[in-house]
């Protein structure tokens, strides 16, 4: 008889739940029905067909590496996090990834390469800590390029863009649609920026506010001030045209300014390979024959 009864408020119970589930999956139903004028009933069906059309590795294997690199990073300390955090977004967070993510990377590179060289290639001690700091740091490497990079590509378009923003403006253009302008004729890391302004202003943000949080991405010292520029004369009714045209002649004479600096350097840095590989091999040529002559007449 227990068993009877447990049976039958099994039977019961499975019924309830049963009936529970497909009354829900009814209204479901008759809300996508509802919807369907409304909607495209192909679009889930498309997207995931998009979605499977990816390869195995993007579809499946990175989100599961890029969670685990996130849950790494967020088990180590948070002063790490803050140190990595400026530097990240100066290289414009690269595939999305955070400071976090970058940590997790840098631990999980530091493991990687030092149980290989601790229980694969059974080297020494010293040669393990070396393969760590080489795991720790090679992250950070790539991401110092990638901040040089984007910082040599700013220095190198934005007196460009602010001369055509000026001869927007001075056209009778205002100053979104002038950015506008410039986001549709130009391309660069700028042209996106001031894609995703217009973006944001668009959205309720304010302008001052949006190219403020412009300037903290790029953290570039011409785009402070450009942008400081422009929020001043926001503020005191100032026109853009001015302040563009100075903007840009300023940033011009400083970048006429940097390659005069690198060209002073370039003699400098040249005497390194001028007197460990030119000069030595200019010395064999030279008294080659001469110490040859000397050692036949002599022995």
């Known amino acids: 008889m227990p068993y009877a009864a447990a049976f039958l408020a099994f039977i019961s119970v499975f019924t309830l ?13 008759d809300v996508l029905k509802r919807l369907g004028p409304v909607i495209e009933q192909e679009a889930p069906r498309e997207l995931r067909e998009e979605e499977l059309k990816k390869p195995f590795m993007e579809r499946a294997l990175m989100p599961l590496i890029a969670s685990l690199f996130g849950y790494l990073g967020k088990i180590l300390p948070s002063s790490l996090v803050e140190n990595l955090e400026p530097k990240v977004q100066k290289a414009g967070s690269p595939g999305g990834l955070s400071a976090g993510d970058f940590l997790g990377i840098k631990v999980t590179a530091a493991f990687i390469l030092g149980f290989f060289a601790y229980f694969i290639l059974s080297l020494s001690f010293l040669l393990v800590l070396f393969f760590l700091f080489v795991g720790w740091y090679a992250p950070e490497l790539y991401l110092n390029s990638l901040v040089r990079r984007r910082t040599e590509e700013i220095d190198r378009s934005l007196p460009t863009v602010l001369d055509l923003l000026t001869v927007s403006v001075e056209a009778g253009l205002g100053f979104d649609s002038a950015m506008a302008k410039v986001s549709d004729k ?24 949006a190219l403020r949080d412009m300037s903290k991405r790029l953290d570039n010292e011409d785009v402070t001030t450009f942008v400081g520029s422009l929020i001043q004369a926001d503020q005191l009714g100032i026109s853009f045209s001015n302040i563009l045209r100075t903007q840009s002649e300023q940033v011009r004479y400083k970048r006429r300014q940097r390659v005069e600096e690198a060209a002073l350097k370039a003699p400098v840095k040249m005497l390194v390979p001028l007197v460990f590989f030119i000069f030595p091999t200019i010395f064999v040529v030279l008294l080659g024959p001469a110490v040859i002559n000397i050692f036949t007449t002599m022995f």
């Open 17 to 29: 739940g049963l009936s529970f589930f497909k009354g829900k999956q009814k209204k479901k139903v």
């Open 186 to 209: 130009f391309e660069g890391l700028l042209a996106g920026e001031f894609q995703r302004v217009l973006k944001e202003v668009g959205m309720g943000k304010n302008r001052k506010e």
